[in-house]
Protein backbone atom coordinates (compact mmCIF):
# COMPACT_ATOMS: atom_id res chain seq x y z
CA UNK A 1 0.00 0.00 0.00
CA UNK A 2 0.87 3.60 0.16
CA UNK A 3 0.85 6.13 2.98
CA UNK A 4 -1.58 9.24 1.28
CA UNK A 5 -1.46 12.32 3.67
CA UNK A 6 -4.13 14.99 2.19
CA UNK A 7 -5.23 18.17 4.29
CA UNK A 8 -6.92 19.90 4.60
CA UNK A 9 -9.39 17.53 6.32
CA UNK A 10 -12.70 19.72 5.46
CA UNK A 11 -13.06 23.02 5.34
CA UNK A 12 -16.05 26.04 5.02
CA UNK A 13 -15.66 28.28 2.55
CA UNK A 14 -17.04 31.16 1.45
CA UNK A 15 -18.78 31.79 -2.33
CA UNK A 16 -16.30 32.92 -4.67
CA UNK A 17 -13.12 32.32 -2.66
CA UNK A 18 -10.83 29.34 -4.21
CA UNK A 19 -9.83 26.19 -1.83
CA UNK A 20 -6.14 24.66 -2.67
CA UNK A 21 -6.05 20.89 -1.39
CA UNK A 22 -2.77 18.85 -1.34
CA UNK A 23 -1.73 15.65 -1.49
CA UNK A 24 1.27 14.06 -0.25
CA UNK A 25 2.79 10.25 -0.98
CA UNK A 26 5.27 8.76 1.20
CA UNK A 27 7.07 7.38 -1.41
CA UNK A 28 7.55 7.85 -5.75
CA UNK A 29 4.42 7.08 -7.83
CA UNK A 30 3.63 7.78 -11.58
CA UNK A 31 0.07 8.34 -11.54
CA UNK A 32 -2.01 10.51 -8.74
CA UNK A 33 -5.71 10.89 -9.24
CA UNK A 34 -7.91 13.84 -8.50
CA UNK A 35 -11.81 12.46 -7.68
CA UNK A 36 -15.23 14.18 -6.62
CA UNK A 37 -17.56 12.19 -4.72
CA UNK A 38 -20.99 13.64 -3.85
CA UNK A 39 -22.75 12.80 -0.74
CA UNK A 40 -24.09 8.92 -1.23
CA UNK A 41 -22.63 8.91 -5.01
CA UNK A 42 -19.91 7.24 -6.58
CA UNK A 43 -16.44 8.74 -7.54
CA UNK A 44 -16.05 11.10 -10.04
CA UNK A 45 -12.50 11.18 -11.76
CA UNK A 46 -11.71 14.78 -12.20
CA UNK A 47 -8.52 14.62 -13.25
CA UNK A 48 -4.99 12.95 -13.81
CA UNK A 49 -1.80 14.61 -12.63
CA UNK A 50 1.26 13.81 -14.84
CA UNK A 51 4.55 15.22 -13.25
CA UNK A 52 6.07 17.72 -15.50
CA UNK A 53 3.33 18.11 -17.92
CA UNK A 54 -0.25 19.33 -17.26
CA UNK A 55 -3.06 17.13 -15.95
CA UNK A 56 -5.24 15.38 -17.84
CA UNK A 57 -9.04 16.44 -17.82
CA UNK A 58 -12.51 14.55 -17.61
CA UNK A 59 -15.13 15.29 -19.48
CA UNK A 60 -17.03 17.88 -17.90
CA UNK A 61 -14.32 18.97 -15.66
CA UNK A 62 -11.76 22.17 -16.90
CA UNK A 63 -8.36 23.34 -15.99
CA UNK A 64 -9.86 26.60 -14.90
CA UNK A 65 -11.92 25.52 -12.19
CA UNK A 66 -9.92 22.72 -11.24
CA UNK A 67 -5.90 23.50 -11.65
CA UNK A 68 -3.82 20.82 -10.62
CA UNK A 69 -0.15 21.21 -9.86
CA UNK A 70 2.48 17.90 -9.80
CA UNK A 71 5.95 19.53 -8.76
CA UNK A 72 7.42 16.07 -8.28
CA UNK A 73 6.66 12.85 -8.07
CA UNK A 74 5.35 12.67 -4.85
CA UNK A 75 3.12 15.88 -3.97
CA UNK A 76 -0.09 16.98 -6.18
CA UNK A 77 -2.02 19.86 -5.31
CA UNK A 78 -6.21 20.20 -6.49
CA UNK A 79 -7.77 24.09 -6.65
CA UNK A 80 -11.03 24.42 -6.85
CA UNK A 81 -11.60 27.92 -7.66
CA UNK A 82 -14.46 30.23 -7.63
CA UNK A 83 -16.39 28.22 -5.32
CA UNK A 84 -19.98 27.89 -5.38
CA UNK A 85 -22.31 25.90 -2.62
CA UNK A 86 -22.55 23.17 -6.05
CA UNK A 87 -18.91 22.63 -5.72
CA UNK A 88 -19.58 21.20 -1.87
CA UNK A 89 -18.59 18.01 -2.32
CA UNK A 90 -15.90 15.36 -0.95
CA UNK A 91 -12.91 15.74 -3.01
CA UNK A 92 -10.14 12.44 -2.71
CA UNK A 93 -6.66 12.35 -3.98
CA UNK A 94 -5.04 8.95 -5.01
CA UNK A 95 -2.02 7.21 -5.94
CA UNK A 96 -1.44 3.66 -8.48
CA UNK A 97 1.73 3.15 -6.68
CA UNK A 98 3.09 -0.12 -8.59
CA UNK A 99 1.11 0.83 -11.96
CA UNK A 100 -1.20 -2.46 -10.97
CA UNK A 101 -4.29 -0.28 -12.00
CA UNK A 102 -5.01 -0.60 -8.15
CA UNK A 103 -5.58 2.76 -6.23
CA UNK A 104 -4.74 4.15 -2.92
CA UNK A 105 -6.95 6.69 -1.41
CA UNK A 106 -6.46 9.63 1.00
CA UNK A 107 -8.66 10.41 3.62
CA UNK A 108 -10.09 12.98 1.79
CA UNK A 109 -11.41 16.95 2.15
CA UNK A 110 -14.87 17.71 2.83
CA UNK A 111 -15.76 20.51 1.69
CA UNK A 112 -18.60 23.30 2.54
CA UNK A 113 -19.45 26.17 0.17
CA UNK A 114 -21.56 28.72 1.78
CA UNK B 1 -17.52 4.56 -23.30
CA UNK B 2 -17.16 1.68 -20.60
CA UNK B 3 -19.20 1.50 -18.23
CA UNK B 4 -19.72 -0.49 -15.00
CA UNK B 5 -23.03 -1.25 -13.60
CA UNK B 6 -23.16 -1.99 -9.49
CA UNK B 7 -26.30 -3.57 -8.24
CA UNK B 8 -28.04 -3.25 -5.81
CA UNK B 9 -27.92 0.19 -4.78
CA UNK B 10 -28.78 0.05 -1.50
CA UNK B 11 -29.20 -2.97 0.90
CA UNK B 12 -30.19 -3.22 4.87
CA UNK B 13 -30.30 -7.09 6.09
CA UNK B 14 -30.07 -8.27 9.72
CA UNK B 15 -26.82 -9.23 11.38
CA UNK B 16 -26.00 -12.50 10.47
CA UNK B 17 -27.43 -12.42 7.26
CA UNK B 18 -25.85 -12.93 4.08
CA UNK B 19 -25.17 -10.09 1.57
CA UNK B 20 -24.54 -10.05 -2.14
CA UNK B 21 -23.33 -7.35 -4.50
CA UNK B 22 -23.12 -7.72 -8.37
CA UNK B 23 -21.12 -5.71 -11.05
CA UNK B 24 -20.86 -6.02 -14.91
CA UNK B 25 -19.47 -4.02 -17.44
CA UNK B 26 -20.61 -3.23 -20.99
CA UNK B 27 -16.70 -4.47 -22.11
CA UNK B 28 -14.36 -7.59 -21.23
CA UNK B 29 -12.12 -6.42 -18.40
CA UNK B 30 -8.82 -7.20 -18.49
CA UNK B 31 -9.14 -7.07 -14.36
CA UNK B 32 -11.80 -5.58 -11.84
CA UNK B 33 -11.02 -4.61 -8.10
CA UNK B 34 -13.37 -4.51 -4.81
CA UNK B 35 -12.93 -1.58 -2.41
CA UNK B 36 -14.81 -0.90 0.58
CA UNK B 37 -15.73 2.80 1.93
CA UNK B 38 -16.88 2.60 5.41
CA UNK B 39 -19.09 5.82 6.44
CA UNK B 40 -17.58 9.11 6.88
CA UNK B 41 -14.06 7.42 5.16
CA UNK B 42 -12.54 6.39 2.08
CA UNK B 43 -12.55 3.72 -0.07
CA UNK B 44 -9.96 0.84 0.39
CA UNK B 45 -9.07 -1.31 -1.55
CA UNK B 46 -9.89 -4.88 -0.72
CA UNK B 47 -9.05 -7.52 -4.11
CA UNK B 48 -8.13 -7.53 -7.50
CA UNK B 49 -9.25 -10.78 -9.63
CA UNK B 50 -7.76 -11.03 -12.80
CA UNK B 51 -8.19 -14.75 -14.48
CA UNK B 52 -11.79 -15.91 -15.84
CA UNK B 53 -14.08 -17.94 -14.02
CA UNK B 54 -11.50 -16.74 -10.74
CA UNK B 55 -12.79 -16.91 -6.73
CA UNK B 56 -11.28 -15.52 -3.75
CA UNK B 57 -11.96 -15.29 -0.39
CA UNK B 58 -11.19 -13.25 2.36
CA UNK B 59 -12.32 -14.52 5.93
CA UNK B 60 -16.52 -14.29 4.95
CA UNK B 61 -15.93 -12.50 1.98
CA UNK B 62 -15.95 -14.37 -1.30
CA UNK B 63 -15.12 -12.60 -4.59
CA UNK B 64 -16.21 -14.03 -8.22
CA UNK B 65 -15.32 -12.50 -11.68
CA UNK B 66 -17.07 -14.35 -14.24
CA UNK B 67 -16.02 -16.52 -17.15
CA UNK B 68 -16.57 -13.75 -19.69
CA UNK B 69 -14.87 -11.18 -17.69
CA UNK B 70 -17.20 -9.44 -17.71
CA UNK B 71 -18.98 -9.37 -14.40
CA UNK B 72 -18.41 -9.77 -11.13
CA UNK B 73 -20.00 -10.29 -7.58
CA UNK B 74 -18.53 -10.11 -3.79
CA UNK B 75 -20.88 -12.30 -1.82
CA UNK B 76 -20.58 -11.92 2.69
CA UNK B 77 -21.38 -14.50 4.62
CA UNK B 78 -23.54 -13.98 8.29
CA UNK B 79 -22.82 -9.96 7.83
CA UNK B 80 -21.27 -8.30 11.12
CA UNK B 81 -21.50 -4.73 12.21
CA UNK B 82 -18.48 -3.92 11.17
CA UNK B 83 -19.50 -5.19 7.48
CA UNK B 84 -21.02 -1.77 7.18
CA UNK B 85 -20.44 0.66 4.33
CA UNK B 86 -20.52 1.17 0.41
CA UNK B 87 -18.65 -1.72 -1.90
CA UNK B 88 -17.42 -0.34 -4.75
CA UNK B 89 -16.03 -2.33 -8.21
CA UNK B 90 -13.98 -0.83 -10.48
CA UNK B 91 -12.70 -1.96 -13.52
CA UNK B 92 -9.32 -0.80 -15.81
CA UNK B 93 -9.64 2.04 -18.40
CA UNK B 94 -5.97 2.70 -19.83
CA UNK B 95 -4.22 3.42 -16.62
CA UNK B 96 -7.64 4.94 -14.62
CA UNK B 97 -10.39 2.91 -12.91
CA UNK B 98 -14.01 3.22 -14.07
CA UNK B 99 -16.32 2.57 -10.65
CA UNK B 100 -19.56 1.35 -10.67
CA UNK B 101 -22.18 3.24 -8.35
CA UNK B 102 -21.96 1.23 -5.59
CA UNK B 103 -23.73 -0.99 -3.04
CA UNK B 104 -24.31 0.42 0.17
CA UNK B 105 -24.82 -1.84 2.98
CA UNK B 106 -26.49 -1.18 6.17
CA UNK B 107 -27.24 -3.60 9.20
CA UNK B 108 -29.67 -4.11 11.60
CA UNK B 109 -28.29 -5.37 15.03
Known sequence: SAVISQKPSRDICQRGTSLTIQCQVDSQVTMMFWYRQQPGQSLTLIATANQGSEATYESGFVIDKFPISRPNLTFSTLTVSNMSPEDSSIYLCSVDRLAENIQYFGAGTRLSVL | ?109
Not at chain 2, 51 to 80: D, P, Y
Not at chain 2, 86 to 92: L, S
Open chain 2, 1 to 109: GQQVMQIPQYQHVQEGEDFTTYCNSSTTLSNIQWYKQRPGGHPVFLIQLVKSGEVKKQKRLTFQFGEAKKNSSLHITATQTTDVGTYFCAGPRAQKLVFGQGTRLTINP
